[in-house]
Every structure is written in C-alpha cells, then in structure tokens.
C-alpha cells in the first residue's frame, strides 16, 4: 500500500522515507519528461502537452518517419524548439548532489533535452536517445544539432547518403537504448526514485518492477498518482510493482527537499 507524502509535510513519514533511503545501498533515478517541466519544457500527456498537438501514433513513430519525413519533422521542430536554451532546475540538481555525494549510482532518463548532464550527473543512460544529434538511419552517421535544424523549414539530409535525417531519440517502434547497461544497473540497485513519468511508455517503464523484483524499494516524484502508483503490470502481468511512498508535489520542491533531508548526517 502506497504511503503518500504531501507537500504540506508529513513529517513522521517523510522521515520513514529518508530513514529507507540512508539505509539503501545502491539508489538509482529513473525520470521522465515531468522533472524537466519546471525548466520549461512541456510533458507529453498532461492536458495541453505535446501529445494533444502531435498525436505520437501519428507523428513519433519510425513508420511515420521513414514514410513521410517532412509530417515527422513538423514535431522534431517543437520538441527541438522547446529543449533549445533550457536550463537545469533545482530536480536535477538534486540527482546531481545525490551522486556527486556517492549516494545515486546513475539516472536512467527517458529524457532526451541534456538536462541531467548540464546539472552535473556523470552517469546518465539515455534510454529514448537525444536531441542533441541528428542521425541517418540508412549509413548510420550522427551529427550534433545546429538551430538551424529546427528553425527551417526543410527536412535535413545526409551528407553521406543524402537521405533524410532524424533527431537521435527513439521513436515509437524502434528499439530503445542501453538496456542490457539499465537492466544490469536497475537488478542490482536496492531503491528507485521514480521521478515525473507518467510510467505509460514501455520498456522504460518495467524499470521500477525489475527494482521491486528483485527486493527494492520505489519512491514516486509526481504531481499525481501514476499507473505505478497503486501498482502496475508492465508486460501484461510478467512484472508488477507498486510505488512504496508517493511524495505528492513539483519535483523542483519536493525533489530537492527530500535531497537535503537525505544528505544530511
Ligand atoms: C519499442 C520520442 C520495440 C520522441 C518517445 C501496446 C502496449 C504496450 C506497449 C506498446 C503497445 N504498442 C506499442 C508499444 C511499445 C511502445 C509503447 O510503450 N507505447 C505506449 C505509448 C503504449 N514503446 C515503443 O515503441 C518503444 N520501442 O518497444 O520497440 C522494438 C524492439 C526491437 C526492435 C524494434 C522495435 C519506444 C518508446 C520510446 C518512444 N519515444 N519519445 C521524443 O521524445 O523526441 S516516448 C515519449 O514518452 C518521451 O520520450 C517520454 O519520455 C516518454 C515517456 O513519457 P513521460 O516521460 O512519462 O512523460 P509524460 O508526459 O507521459 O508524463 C510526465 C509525468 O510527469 C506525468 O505523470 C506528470 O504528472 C508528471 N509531472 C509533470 N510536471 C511535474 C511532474 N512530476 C513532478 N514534478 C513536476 N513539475
Ligand atoms: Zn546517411
């Protein structure tokens, strides 16, 4: 049963909680596009987020670059948009501290906008890939990102082989990255801080269940409760977890309290 820690303090839990975490070993982060709203980037599915505007099956997919590269960049260009001069917020510093202290072990973020690295995180594993490089599918060359990219209106083309590029990140329906370096990162770790995801997107969102497989705990950074919080079956029932403390509130604040909490002796 899921223990939730409002904002507002529930002191006695809250200290439950941190007592758990000084007491983990090896803590790892899973975050999702929630920890990076306060710098100003849009999450996909809350109301109004990029979702709603380019529905993913029909603008996020392989198959929709691959058939029609110029509707695909139409969203490329947003995401490119929104993640172009944004600044690390007081979340991310908070996994920063939380490794720069030997207390986080790495973040595995289905995040693809930097922000962990610019705060400071070392061992960061992008699962979804990044923004940071366009690559060509077909000669599988990348280069990094130049404003231009997203500001004209035309599709890029590679310089080897002339096809069309894409943005680094994993689209729906193509393989995700690192996940052999994530599944022997996320059996071995003792507690995850699951941290603004929605928790909708598989196979990044089996992490958590790994984690309680194999005897962790799950603590829940959101502003709501998730698919995770009262317990979920990723993969149809294989793999089941459920958040052990829920703290309730923006990740910048409830985050980088918790952090301080933790670190102090
Ligand atoms: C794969 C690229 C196979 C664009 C992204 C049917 C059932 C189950 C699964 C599937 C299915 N059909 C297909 C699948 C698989 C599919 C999938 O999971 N679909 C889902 C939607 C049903 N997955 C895939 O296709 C993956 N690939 O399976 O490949 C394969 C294997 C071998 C060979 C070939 C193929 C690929 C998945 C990756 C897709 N790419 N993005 C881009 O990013 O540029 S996913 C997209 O969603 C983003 O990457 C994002 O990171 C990800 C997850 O979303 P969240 O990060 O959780 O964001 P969201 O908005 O949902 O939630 C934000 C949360 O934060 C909310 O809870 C909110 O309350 C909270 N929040 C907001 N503000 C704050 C906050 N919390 C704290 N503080 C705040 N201030
Ligand atoms: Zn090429």
């Given amino acids: 049963m899921v223990k939730t820690i409002e904002t507002t303090g529930n002191i006695s839990l809250e200290s439950e909680a941190v ?3 000084k007491n983990a070993a090896r803590p790892v982060a899973l975050t999702g596009a929630g920890i990076s709203v306060e710098s100003g980037i849009p999450d ?13 099956e029909e603008y996020a997919t392989y198959d929709v670059f691959i058939r029609d590269a110029p509707k695909a960049w139409k969203l490329y260009r947003e995401i490119g ?9 007081p979340a991310h510093f908070a996994l920063a501290r939380l490794e720069e202290a030997g207390r986080l072990q790495g973040v595995v973020t289905q995040n693809i906008d930097g922000l962990h ?3 400071g995180s070392k061992n960061v594993i992008e699962i979804h890939g990044d923004h940071q490089h366009l690559q060509c599918v077909h000669c599988n060359s990348t280069i990094p990102v130049v404003r231009e990219h997203f500001t004209d209106n035309n599709v890029p083309e590679c310089a080897k082989c002339s096809k069309p590029l894409k943005p680094n990140v994993v689209l729906f329906g193509e393989a995700v990255r690192h996940m052999e370096e994530i599944v022997a990162l ?15 997107v598989a196979p990044a969102n089996s992490v958590p269940a790994l984690v309680k497989k194999a005897g962790g705990l799950i603590f829940e950074f959101n502003m709501e409760k998730t698919a995770l919080t009262e317990g979920m079956d990723a993969f149809f029932g294989m793999l089941d977890a459920e958040s052990d403390y829920l703290f309730l509130g923006p ?6 309290a918790f952090v301080d909490k933790a670190l102090e002796d």
């Fill in 44 to 56: 996909f599915r809350s109301p109004g987020g990029l979702w709603t505007v380019y529905p993913a």
């Fill in 117 to 119: 690295q610019a705060s």
């Fill in 19 to 21: 007592h758990a975490f």
């Fill in 81 to 89: 948009k929104t993640v172009e001069g944004a600044k690390p917020n």
């Fill in 186 to 200: 996320v059996t071995t770790c003792d507690l995850v801080l699951v941290v603004g995801t929605s928790a909708l």
């Fill in 251 to 256: 990740a910048g604040e409830t985050l980088s």
